[in-house]
C-alpha cells in the first residue's frame, strides 16, 4: 500500500485503513463500519443469474420469472448477503483497488475505440469491391444497363483517400486535446480516493470526444453508403434479369451482337391476331432486337417451350385497353399481340419497351474503366498504422511517469504490437568487441523476425490476408529465420572460442590475435558459400552476406 493510501481514514470511525469506495455518495469506509443485509432473491436454474429481489416468499409460486439472460423459465429461490454503504445505505459500492482498476480499463478501453476509424472504412471498401464486381460481372455479360452506375462507383473509389485523410486529420486533432484529461492519469499508485470523482470527470470527457469521433466517422460512412446503396439497388434489377436470362439460356438462342435487357415472369399470353398460337402463361423477354414469349406447359412436370418471338422493327406502338380488364396490346403491321398482367407489371413492360427501342441513349458506351477493373484496395496500411500509433501514444503518455526503466534496455516500436525490451542476458549484454557487436544486431534481427512471423499468422486469423499470401510470406520468413539462426550459432561458436583464447594473451597477444581473427574470418567464409550453394530458393535472405572487413581495425 502506498502512502497516499496509508493516509486516507474511513470517513465514518476515523481508524482503520479504508477499503470500499461507495460510487454514489463518494465516502469510503472500513469493513467494520460496512452494513450488510439478507436479500430474498430469484435466480434462474439454467444459468444462474439474478431475475428479481422479493419481499415475500408466499407470492413466488404465484408469479412466472423469466431469465432475460437465456429466456427460460425455470426459477430457483435463494438469500444473497450484500454489502451496503453505511451512509447512503446502497450497494453500489466496490473496493478502492476495484475502482482503480475500473478506472485504468475504462479509459483504456475509449482509447482503443480510435480503432474504429479503420474498422468503419475497411467494412465499406469490402462492400465497395463487392458491388464491383457484380458490376463487371453483368458489364461482362452484356447487361449494359444505367451508365450511372459507373460513374457512382468511380467517386466512390476516387474518394477512399480523402476519407483516409479525414480520419487521420480528425484523429490528430482528439489526439491533441485528450493530452490533456489522460495527464490527470498519471501515477495510478498515488490515487486517493477524494481523486475518483475528478478522474471519471475526466472519464467523461474522454468518453464525449470519442462519441464526437464515432459520430464523425459514422456521417463519413454514411454519405457513401447511401451512394453505394443506391446502385447496389440498381443494379439489383439488373441482377434478377440476368438471372432469368442464365435460366432459360438455351431456349432463348440470343443472336450474336444482341443485349439483353429485361424479363417478366407469369405474364397471360392472351391472343396473337395474325398467327393460331396457344395462350397461356410464361415469360416475357425483351432485348434490343426481339421479344421473345417463352410457355409454360405441364401441369405437374412443368416445362417452357419457345412459343414465338417477334423483331422490335415491326412494332408500331403499345397501350393498355380495357376499362376494368385491363390488356396490354403489341401493334405490328400485321396485326396485334395482348398479354395481361398486374398493372404495376404492365406499366413496367410498357417503360421497358421504350427502352429496347432506344437502347442506344440508355447504354453503357465504350469499355469498363481501369479504376473499377483493378481490386479496391483493401489495406489500408498507413491508417492502420497511424491510428496504432496514436494509440500507443496516449497509453504511453498514461502510464509513463510510474514506468520503471532499467540500464542497457533496448525499446522497440512496430506497427500493432508494443513490444518488450529484451530481457534475456544475451541481448541486454555490452558488447565488448565487433564480433559481439554483431552477434548483438544478428540476435535483433531473429527478434525481429519471430514477432514479423507473429503479426503475419494473427492476420491470417483475422482473415486480412490469403491463404496463398500468408504460405509465400511464412516461407520466405522461415528460409529468413533458418539463416539467421545458423549465423548465430556459428558467431557464438567462434566467440566460445575466443574467449579461450582471451586466457592466452599475456603470453603472446599480438599472435594470439591474429591466428583468432583470421580463422573466424575463414569459417565465415566458408559458411558464406556453403549457405549460398546450398539454398535452393529464389528469395535473397534479408541479412545478406556477412560483411567480412569488420576486422580490418587489427
Given at each position: ?43 434462474c ?58 478506472l ?55 474518394s477512399?483517400?480523402?476519407?483516409k ?125 426481339r ?70 441513349k ?10 473499377i ?10 491508417l492502420k ?11 504511453s503518455?498514461?502510464s ?52 514479423t ?66 580463422q ?35
Amino acid at each position: 500500500m502506498s502512502n497516499n493510501e496509508s493516509a486516507v481514514t474511513c470517513n465514518f470511525c476515523g481508524n482503520s485503513n479504508p477499503i470500499y469506495y461507495c460510487n454514489k455518495c463518494n465516502v469510503v469506509f472500513c469493513s467494520k463500519c460496512k452494513r450488510e443485509e439478507m436479500n430474498n432473491l430469484v435466480f434462474c436454474a439454467t444459468c444462474g443469474v439474478t431475475i428479481a429481489k422479493i419481499q415475500n416468499n408466499d407470492l413466488v409460486s404465484e408469479q412466472k420469472y423469466k431469465c432475460h439472460r437465456c429466456k427460460s423459465n425455470k426459477f430457483v429461490i435463494g438469500q444473497k448477503r450484500i454489502k451496503l454503504c453505511p451512509g447512503c445505505n446502497q450497494s453500489n459500492i466496490s473496493t478502492i483497488a476495484e475502482k482503480k482498476r475500473n478506472l485504468i480499463v475504462t479509459s483504456r478501453k475509449l482509447i482503443y475505440r480510435f480503432r474504429d476509424g479503420y474498422r468503419e472504412l475497411y467494412t465499406f471498401l469490402i462492400k465497395l469491391n463487392r458491388v464491383r464486381t457484380k458490376l463487371i460481372d453483368l458489364r461482362t455479360s452484356g447487361f449494359f444497363h444505367d451508365p450511372k452506375i459507373e460513374s457512382i462507383i468511380l467517386n466512390l473509389i476516387r474518394s477512399i483517400p480523402i476519407m483516409k485523410n479525414q480520419i487521420i486529420f480528425r484523429i490528430e486533432q482528439d489526439y491533441k486535446i485528450l493530452k490533456v484529461p489522460l495527464k490527470k492519469f498519471l501515477e495510478p499508485s498515488t490515487w486517493t480516493p477524494d481523486k475518483f470523482f475528478l478522474l471519471e470527470a475526466s472519464i467523461s470527457q474522454i468518453k464525449e470526444i470519442i462519441k464526437n469521433f464515432r459520430t464523425f466517422i459514422d456521417e463519413i460512412i454514411e454519405n457513401s453508403n447511401k451512394f453505394l446503396i443506391l446502385a447496389a439497388r440498381k443494379m439489383k434489377a439488373v441482377s434478377y434479369y440476368k438471372k432469368i436470362y442464365d435460366e432459360y439460356e438455351q431456349l432463348l438462342e440470343i443472336l450474336p451482337g444482341e443485349l439483353p435487357i429485361c424479363a417478366f415472369k407469369k405474364i397471360k399470353f392472351r391472343k396473337c391476331s395474325f398467327q393460331d398460337l396457344k395462350k397461356g402463361k410464361g415469360i416475357l423477354f425483351l432485348t434490343d432486337r426481339r421479344m421473345i414469349f417463352l410457355r409454360r406447359k405441364g401441369l405437374i412436370f412443368r416445362k417452357y417451350i419457345h412459343l414465338f418471338d417477334f423483331f422490335l422493327e415491326g412494332f408500331e406502338k403499345v397501350e393498355l385497353i380495357g376499362r376494368i380488364f385491363k390488356k396490354l396490346k403489341f401493334s405490328l403491321e400485321e396485326g396485334n399481340i395482348k398479354y395481361s398482367a398486374p398493372k404495376k407489371v404492365m406499366r413496367a413492360i410498357i417503360n421497358y419497351f421504350s427502352i429496347s427501342i432506344n437502347f442506344e441513349k440508355y447504354r453503357v458506351e465504350g469499355e469498363i474503366p481501369t479504376e473499377i477493373l483493378e481490386p479496391v484496395d483493401l489495406n489500408l496500411l498507413d491508417l492502420k498504422q497511424k491510428i496504432e500509433l496514436i494509440i500507443t501514444s496516449l497509453l504511453s503518455l498514461k502510464s509513463s511517469s510510474y514506468q520503471i526503466s532499467k540500464p542497457n534496455q533496448i525499446g522497440i516500436t512496430s506497427f500493432g504490437v508494443q513490444l518488450n525490451p529484451f530481457e534475456r542476458n544475451e541481448y541486454n549484454e555490452r558488447p565488448n568487441n565487433d564480433l559481439e557487436r554483431f552477434l548483438h544486431k544478428i540476435q535483433g534481427e531473429e527478434f525481429s523476425l519471430k514477432n514479423t512471423l507473429q503479426n503475419l499468422e494473427d492476420k491470417f486469423n483475422q482473415g486480412i490476408i490469403s491463404s496463398e499470401e500468408y504460405i509465400r510470406q511464412f516461407r520466405h520468413l522461415q528460409s529468413e529465420l533458418f539463416s539467421i539462426r545458423k549465423r548465430i550459432e556459428q558467431i557464438q561458436r567462434e566467440l566460445n572460442n575466443s574467449s579461450f583464447n582471451e586466457t592466452l594473451r599475456p603470453f603472446d597477444n599480438n599472435l594470439r590475435i591474429e591466428e583468432n581473427l583470421s580463422q573466424i574470418n575463414n569459417n565465415l567464409r566458408i559458411e558464406e558459400n556453403s549457405r549460398r550453394n546450398n539454398d535452393k530458393s529464389d528469395e535473397k535472405s534479408k541479412l545478406g552476406p556477412v560483411p567480412l572487413n569488420i576486422f580490418d581495425r587489427y
